[in-house]
Each structure stands twice: as C-alpha cells, then as structure tokens.
C-alpha cells in the first residue's frame, strides 16, 4: 500500500464502510471462509495459530492497561477527542490493529488450509490498511500539524520495543480497565477458536466431543459475568 492508496476518497469510504460494520463482517467472514475448506490436518498448526492470537490478545491488553485509547468511534463513526500518543501509543500507531492481525493471522493458521491463508490474510490486511486509512484522514483533518508530527517519530505498523522502557517508567497496569475494555474481544476469538478446534476434530473423526461444547458454555457465562459486573461497577 502506498500513500496514494491512503489518501484515495473511495479507498477510505470503503473504510468507513468497514469502520461501522466491522463487528458484524470480520466474524462472518471468518466463519464462512474456514468453512469453506478443509482444515491442514498438521497436529501443529493448532498449537502455532493459538500461540499467536494469546500473543496478539497479550499485546492489546498491554496497549489497553497502560494508556486506553477511545476505541469504537462515536455513533459508529471514527471519532477522537485527544491525540493519544503515550503508552504503547508512542511505540506504534495502531498497536490495538496490530493485535487484531495477529489474533486473526493466528486463527487462520489454526485452520491451516493454504487457500484460506492466502484469502483470509488479503481481505484482513486490506480490510485494516482502509480502517487506518479512514482514521488517518479524520485525524489529519482534525489535528493537523500535531498529528503529522505524530507521524513523522512514530511507525505506522511497526513496533519500536527499544521504547518499551521508557514508556512503561512510572507507569501502572490497570487490570480492571483491560477486563472491561477487552472481554469482548476475548469472547469473539476465543469462541472462534473453540469451534474451530471443534471443527478440525469432526473433519478428522467425523465425531466432536462435548467438551468443546463445555469450553463455549463457561466462556459464554465468564463474558456474562464480566458484562453484569461491568454494568453494576463501572469504572
């Protein structure tokens, strides 16, 4: 992708289009491509893909516990009433979308099929780079100068560690701020991941075990107990 892509006016509606509806589309998607192929029978590819979403989920949760960015927009439009640039923030751009890939990237993985890794990871990619594209032209817009700064010190997509000390000094992790920010998320890739275990198993065996069915039924109460605790204390 190049700048031109960035700043072209159909590219970033197809963003906003996504922006709004992404809750709905990335999980359908999801769902109908690894139904649509077979898994990779390689008894390792579960394990790798599993590795790599907890990595992105440890990732978002660290953006998430240090420094929160208002995510979501606001009427599900893309919205920002301060210019974040601490936390994981000054590291990275898009910390929390470099999560999401990784979540995603590991699910794909955990299926394996060659087709759904190459389908998958050109509609996710392209899906993010029109996101930030949209987002990248509202904060331009609204923040001008300081954002283009902004710019200029920080990468886009990649992460500069070697400002991990300095970032984390003096700053405290707020556990209650990640369960109640993030739970959702949790549920949304972890139930991804139970049925897709589910799924290679019954291809393989032509039979599921309940416990699959037990995993999905104690994450389901968790994220219920989560959502009630919220609502009755909210930060």
């Known amino acids: 992708m190049t700048t031109t892509y960035l700043t072209n006016p159909q590219f970033i509606a197809y ?18 491509l690894l139904l649509a192929f077979e898994p990779n029978p390689n008894p390792q590819l579960p394990w790798i893909g599993l590795a790599i ?12 516990g240090f420094a929160y960015i208002k995510r979501g927009g606001l009427n599900k439009k893309v919205y920002a009433d301060t210019l974040v640039t601490t936390g994981f923030f000054s590291m990275c751009r898009n910390p929390l979308y470099v999560g ?8 794909l993985i955990m299926h394996g099929n060659p087709a759904v890794l190459l ?6 990619l392209s899906a993010y780079w029109a996101i930030i594209a949209t987002e990248e ?16 010190k920080v990468p886009r997509w990649w992460i500069r560690f070697e400002r991990l000390p300095s970032v984390l000094s003096g700053m405290k992790f707020n556990w209650r701020k990640v369960i109640y920010k993030d739970y959702s998320t949790i549920f949304s890739w972890g139930l991804q991941a139970i049925a897709m275990l589910a799924y290679r198993e019954y291809v393989q065996t032509h039979h599921a075990s309940m416990q699959w069915l037990i995993y999905a039924l104690v994450l389901g109460v968790f994220t219920l107990f989560i959502r009630l605790v919220k609502k009755r204390y909210p930060l």
């Open 15 to 32: 963003g906003d289009l996504l922006f709004k509806r992404r809750n709905a589309i990335f999980p359908i998607f999801m769902v109908a």
């Open 53 to 64: 979403t907890i990595a992105g989920q440890l990732l978002r949760m660290a953006v998430i």
């Open 100 to 107: 999401n890939v990784m979540i995603l990237g590991g699910l």
């Open 119 to 124: 389908i998958g990871s050109a509609f996710f």
């Open 137 to 152: 032209n509202f904060l331009r817009n609204k923040f001008g100068e300081e954002y283009s700064y902004y710019c200029s």
